[in-house]
């Protein structure tokens, strides 16, 4: 498989390009120069067997066969069962990876393939802003892997508790910079960093962010998964809709692509808290991007969504197809409340608030209330993670799962630093 940039067809990139340089030079997002045939077995194997099936046409032979078996028995070494709430309404629950959210998925085979492919001399410094999920998801991926070094920032006092332990108790090749600012401050050293040809000469970077098709493209997989373990559960030929809580729509695109190799989805919902974007584009026509306003659902509050230009080029702009494949909505952050309670109550489950969002979307969609399709809400995070918001609408603790408690008792590791490129600089030399 060669890759072309979203932007334009005129040059070809290796995985090898691809991988480690992120964003297309011209700016754009990378795609597969076609889309291979791939027939997913409907009635499904293993998760680790069924994302080689899937990945193989796209990554080997970069990647020779048996090591991208390997490396992807390893990356998803965790289910993601498809969990029935009742008759019609079904959760895939994508939270069981060691940092309890979906980005594990992603971020590992990254890891995995990275480890692979990278033959340069000195160590590779992944550096990453993170106002969350992202930073541990991607450290806990490269944790331990010699050629790799960790280089988190993260707003100071702008993460919750449970956050910061996570993305302050790793070690390692690992460090977290606790800076002195708020996220956009992290993000701009970060883009200073790679602008520096001072830096650039003596320190080899690249910023592993979700955009990557490493990250990206595997997400496909837990589509088919999801659709397989569907087949298994009914019979029938009554197809599932599929609402996907939506911030940066990586998780939508993706989804989009296991739906054209065959993953046989009525239709996926891009569901929306107050950043909708994406919504306004579905009911309009119109991309207008702006800036993002905060919410309970805070991995979700992006208001120009980067991988909006792969679903773009997916469909060569054509907005009516898009719009038969894809519905979308927003919520507000009370209704993010009133979803919690009303599926704790109805089904004694408990959902964070990302899924909650999914879930509103899910009981707006007229495919899902009038024509009777089934419905499946994936499940981005563990509710867990999101503590403060659950007891916000509960009026209870959430307990604890033990990985988190390891976290939470582990004695926090960061360097204090000032909102200051000089500083940054002469840490990363
Ligand atoms: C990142 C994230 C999202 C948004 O996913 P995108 O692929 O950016 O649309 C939703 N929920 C959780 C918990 C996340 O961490």
Request: charged share 20%.
């Amino acid at each position: 498989m060669n890759w072309i940039s979203s932007r334009s067809r005129n040059r070809q990139f290796s995985l090898r390009e691809v991988l480690f340089h992120g964003l297309a030079p011209d700016g754009g997002l990378f795609m597969p120069t076609n889309f291979p045939d791939i027939s997913p077995n409907a009635k499904g194997e293993s998760l680790p067997q069924t994302a080689l099936e899937f990945l193989r046409p796209y990554f080997s032979p970069d990647i020779p066969e048996d090591e991208l078996g390997n490396l992807l028995k390893e990356a998803l070494n965790f289910d993601i069962p498809l969990r029935k709430l009742s008759d019609s309404i079904y959760v895939l629950e994508l939270f069981h990876g060691p940092t309890l959210a979906f980005k594990d998925v992603g971020a590992r085979t990254m890891a995995g393939m990275m480890d692979y492919l990278y033959d340069g001399d000195e160590p590779l410094t992944i550096l990453a802003a993170t106002s969350g999920d992202t930073g541990s998801a991607v450290a806990s991926a490269f944790l331990g892997r010699e050629k790799f070094r960790v280089v988190l920032l993260y707003p100071s006092g702008k993460v919750s508790k449970v956050q910061e332990q996570q993305l302050t108790t790793f070690g390692q090749n690992v460090t977290a910079l606790e800076i002195d600012g708020n996220f956009d401050d992290c993000q701009k050293l970060v883009k200073q960093a790679f602008s520096d040809p001072e830096v650039r000469k003596s320190v080899n970077l690249t910023s592993a962010n979700s955009i990557n098709i490493g990250r990206w493209l595997p997400q496909a997989v837990y589509y088919v998964h999801c659709w397989q373990q569907f087949n298994q559960q009914n019979s029938g030929d009554n197809k599932p809709v599929v609402s996907v809580p939506s911030g940066n729509l990586g998780n939508l695109a993706a989804g989009l692509v296991a739906k054209r190799h065959g993953a046989d989805f009525e239709k996926l919902i891009g569901a929306c808290n107050a950043n909708a974007t994406f919504r306004d584009f579905i009911k309009t026509d119109k991309y207008r991007p702006r800036s993002s306003v905060r919410t309970l659902s805070n991995a979700m509050d992006v208001g120009n969504p980067s991988n909006f230009e792969r679903i773009d080029e997916m469909y060569s702009g054509d907005t009516n197809t898009i719009r038969k494949h894809v519905g979308s909505d927003s919520f507000s952050d009370a209704k993010t409340l009133e979803m919690i309670v009303r599926i704790k109550e109805e089904f004694n489950y408990l959902i964070c608030p990302h899924t909650a969002v999914g879930f509103a979307a899910l009981f707006e969609s007229s495919t899902f209330a009038e024509k009777n399709h089934p419905g499946i809400v994936l499940s981005t995070a563990h509710p867990a993670k999101f503590g403060d918001v659950i007891e916000q609408a509960l009026a209870e603790p959430v307990p604890l799962p033990e990985v988190l408690k390891n976290a939470v008792n582990a004695e926090k590791q960061s360097v204090l630093m000032k909102a200051d490129y000089e500083a940054f600089k002469a840490f990363l030399m």
